[in-house]
């Protein structure tokens, strides 16, 4: 039997849903992606987007992807991730928005309501950017946390300048990376 | 109150750290290489993969072993995830399901290390004996 595992899985915050998201862009062969958290508590506002230069989609395609047993995989029948993020978002009562051209990319937009008990807390943002920097040597991205006291943008080209692959790179500079990633957040006191 | 950390850090962090890049770098062209692919979908994601990952990547560097941690999509065995993919220079590519931290230190230590076989193993590559 194998060992069961404690049951505190799922998609429990807004940088589990990025990690996951930002895998469909890798998959549509995207050069860039743009990620952006938006925070307006004075509107009531939590905006998550995604924007990538893939190579998108039908709008017919565009019209099934949130549908759970819509996938364009072979391996299995589902495609959770984006009928996930538009439930989380929608059940603050915010929105989830999916639009794509074909041969130019994909943008998500994701609204949630600020002050909504149900809102995703942001998780370790720190840990998803770093993975993704080092799973993804190929992709540049960009994320830019904004709000009302300033904006923080964490960009992996900026960084490979620096140090090179960041794949090759090792226990001591994640380790910086994700410390700055923290600190500049706390900075403009994003929502943790 | 401290200064934040900034870009100007990383470079000074690089330039102390010069030497052991370059050591890497020329080790990194041999076949001798264990490399470790992580199921990285939204349903190894929902089961904790980032943490894997993480545990992996660090706890592979600490044991100086040299390996190459990577994501991959979706292998088919939502029911088992996290699964990872482990090939070791030498074996055939062996998939691992349900890993979590215990497990992972197991694979590096058992498996990796020792070539001992542990528990958790997906039959995808099985062969049979014959040929």
Known sequence: MPRRKENDNGMKNIALHILDLVQNSARAEARLVKISITEDAGKDSYLLSIEDDGKGMEEEVVQKATDPFYTSRTTRKVGLGLPLIQQNAERTGGSFKLSSESGKGTKLVANFIFHHPDRLPLGEMEDVLVLLAVGLPLVRLTYTHTTPLGSYCFDTEVIREIIGDIQDSNLEVRKFLREMIVENLKEIKAEV | ?131
Do not use: W
């Open chain 2, 1 to 131: 109150m401290n200064k934040i950390k900034s870009l100007d850090d990383l470079r000074q962090l690089r330039e102390g750290m010069q030497a052991k890049i370059k050591l890497r770098e020329s080790g990194n062209n041999s076949e001798n290489i264990v490399r470790i692919k992580v199921a990285m979908s939204t349903c190894g994601i929902a089961s904790g993969a980032k943490e894997i990952m993480n545990f992996l990547m660090d706890e592979l560097e600490q044991k100086a072993i040299e390996a190459v941690v990577s994501q991959t999509g979706c292998m088919g065995y939502c029911y088992a995830e996290p699964t990872i993919e482990v090939t070791v220079p030498g074996r055939e590519p062996i998939v691992f399901g349900d890993v979590d931290k215990f497990r992972a230190a197991e694979i590096i230590e058992k498996y990796i290390i020792h070539n001992e076989l542990v528990d958790g193993i997906l039959p995808v590559n099985y062969r049979s004996i014959d040929n």
